[in-house]
């Protein structure tokens, strides 16, 4: 019985390294892309909700719930799956010229993680905005400002700054998240992982190999955004 046999094998961890880091680009995509466009579209959802707009708050609350009652993976597969479907009947019905075949899999990986991380953004940025006084909008609206300038000169700095750390721990959550993206072919850091260990028998190491990348990554990220934090909280931005 040979018990030389290593517990691990170190050499194929070495040179993983680097092949999974050449995957780290397109994680990074799925989160930044999704993270910009998530703020938008969460700020204007907050906005219908917390104005009581006819029709849109409904139709609002019911997409949050459908969001936070559903898994992320089903939402992706819906986006995958169902967007196709909703465009070719889109092209049948109306005559549009639309080929589907020519749409790159991230866009529907885009609109899965960006529908699902606004329904969340969207409940923490309502809660920000009415966090603020009420006295102090009213105090803005007598000295002549429109409602949108004071939105956007007295509302919305204090309301990013309560909801910045929430920021900076969605977009960690998405790092991770973004894993889910190669159960549709996109190729991420966790997809590139499981082509590599796939030749061989190597899969735990490379395994270890990954989650050791995103734990690395996700501490920068942390001790960026706490550092931006700090600069928010102090008046340095």
Not at 5 to 22: H, Q, Y
Not at 51 to 59: A, E, F, H
Not at 145 to 172: E, S, Y
Request: glycine share 6%.
């Amino acid at each position: 019985m040979n018990n030389n046999v290593p517990f691990l094998n170190w050499g194929f961890m070495v040179r993983a390294i680097p092949e999974i880091l050449k995957a780290l680009p397109m994680t990074l995509n799925i989160a930044i892309v999704t993270m910009i466009f998530s703020l938008i579209l969460s700020f204007f959802i907050a906005l219908v909700r917390i104005n009581k707009i006819p029709v849109l708050t409904r139709l609002a609350t019911i997409y949050v719930s459908f969001i936070r009652g559903t898994p992320l993976l089903v939402q992706i597969y819906l986006a995958y799956y169902g967007l196709p479907k909703i465009l070719d009947y889109i092209h049948l019905k109306y005559g549009f010229n639309i080929d589907v075949n020519n749409i790159p899999a991230i866009i529907f990986v885009y609109v899965a993680f960006i529908l699902n991380v606004s329904g969340y953004l969207s409940e923490t940025f309502r809660a920000a905005i009415q966090s603020v006084d009420k006295g102090q909008v009213e105090a803005a609206l007598s000295i002549g400002m429109t409602k949108w300038q004071a939105m956007r000169r007295i509302v919305l700095p204090q309301a990013i700054i309560i909801t910045f750390p929430n920021f900076g721990n969605t977009f960690i959550s998405l790092i991770k998240d973004s894993s889910l993206a190669f159960t549709v072919s996109i190729v991420e850091m966790m997809g590139k992982a499981k082509i590599i260990s796939a030749s061989g028998l190597d899969i735990f190491e490379a395994y270890i190999v990954v989650a050791g990348i995103y734990w690395v990554v996700c501490i920068i990220v942390e001790k960026v955004m706490g550092i931006v934090e700090k600069k928010l909280r102090v008046g340095g931005l």
